[in-house]
């Protein structure tokens, strides 16, 4: 009898303990469901939570005055992997330069009585353009031969500006639309993956390795344009130089590539050559890519960068000061072109506008 009742109280406790344990495995499997539900319901906004954190942290902390400070200070952030020398680049910061390069169909080059006549027909004049500051779209791709063989030096000096004075205004209006919209997404919470890709774009175009913003803002600016017009009348002789006609190379920039003109003057065991461009318009574009990336003009850069800081006009006469290393004679370079700019009156360019041919230049003046 007393076997018979434990052996009925064994079965009463098994029988208890299955159900406990069938209720607890389907309490667990119930809760477990609950959170997995909630964990990859709550999943896409815990990403985007994420993703605007890191992206949006990195945009306040490079927006901090201590890190601009630094950068004008020269204490750079990223280690710009520019090779020291003259005109030495590296060639992924020049990426869409040969890529428009590639795109262009031939060209043609006019003689200079043609493009003379083409510059009285549009009523391309220079006091006009001192006075009015309104500069005509006229885009040449290449100077013309005859250039060389004007005998009056004032004739030749208006037919070099008149050439080069466009396309240095509408490569600085495209560093204006850069700006423009570098400062937009600066000043926004979060950005689109469209604007994370044109940053990450720009980082690569000026050299900026770790992404700083404060050093993509001091790079991406504008030359001053009687600066890049006084830069190209002596690396040029006013357009006449060989380099010039063959290579469209305005600004004597050197490359140690396949790649580019042999200077006449240079010994036997020099490997650097002068390089050569299509078209004009992609020789400033290279211009003022090297200014504005080359470690030798880290100075040019700052004081720039100081000069917006005040909300001053650039003044070329106070930045050619820091082109000393542009060229082998250093000082005396930037004596000569603060001469070309005095003597010529080139600062009355500075100030002068490209007649738009869009809204978005229109936006700008």
Known sequence: ??????????????????????????????????????????????????????????LIDNKSKINFEKTLLGKDIEKNKILEGDGLILRNLFDDIFNFEDTLS???????????????????????????KIVKPVNLSLLPEEIKNIQNTKKKKELFIKIVLPLILEENNLIKLDRKKLFVILNKNSNSKKEVKWLNNKFKQYGVEKKDLSTLKIRM??????????????????????????????????TWSEE????????????????????LKASVRAYQRNINTHSSYKEFRRVRAEQRDREEKLDSLELVKYLDKYAATGKQYTEVIKKIIEQNSLKDFDDVHLLPNSQRIKNLI
């Open 1 to 58: 009898m007393k076997k018979k009742f434990i052996d009925n109280i064994i079965k009463i406790y098994k029988k208890k303990k299955i159900i406990n344990n069938n209720f607890r495995s389907f309490y667990l499997t119930f809760t477990s469901g609950i959170l997995l539900v909630g964990f990859f319901s709550a999943l896409p906004f815990i990403s985007n939570y994420t993703s605007n954190l890191i992206f949006n942290s990195k």
């Open 106 to 132: 031939d060209v043609v080059r006019l003689k200079a009585s043609t493009v003379e006549q083409l510059f009285e027909d549009t009523n391309y004049d220079l006091k006009d353009i001192r006075k009015n």
């Open 221 to 254: 600016d504008e030359i001053p344009v009687s600066l890049a017009i006084a830069q190209a009348a002596k690396e040029t002789g006013w357009g006449t130089s060989r380099f010039a006609i063959e290579g469209n190379a305005l600004f004597g920039q050197w």
């Open 260 to 279: 580019g003109i042999k200077p006449s003057a240079a010994s036997n065991d020099s490997s650097h050559k002068v390089m050569k461009f299509r078209v």
